[in-house]
């Protein structure tokens, strides 16, 4: 999965201003490939027991600890 850092994708967690105007800034076409590329991951093949919630809680929880960390 490409860099988050330098590219501009989807995301669970909000995203901050920086980020948000480099995804609006891409066009429609480029959104969509970068939602058809980060579904295409293995990952999103992945099924869970768990709620959506529960999984936003989760990775929130990775996020802060990456902050502080």
């Given amino acids: ?6 590219r501009a994708m989807p995301s669970a967690l909000p995203p901050s201003e920086a980020e948000v105007a480099e995804w609006n800034a891409l ?3 480029e959104q969509i490939a ?3 590329e980060f579904f295409a991951h293995p990952d999103c093949s992945t099924f869970t027991d768990e709620t959506a919630e529960e999984i936003i809680v989760a990775a929130q ?8 960390g």
Avoid at 1 to 6: F, L, Q, V
Avoid at 61 to 68: C, E, I, L, V
């Fill in 1 to 6: 999965m490409p860099d988050t850092k330098t």
């Fill in 27 to 29: 066009t429609r076409d």
């Fill in 34 to 36: 970068r939602y058809r």
């Fill in 61 to 68: 929880t990775q996020a802060a600890a990456r902050r502080r």
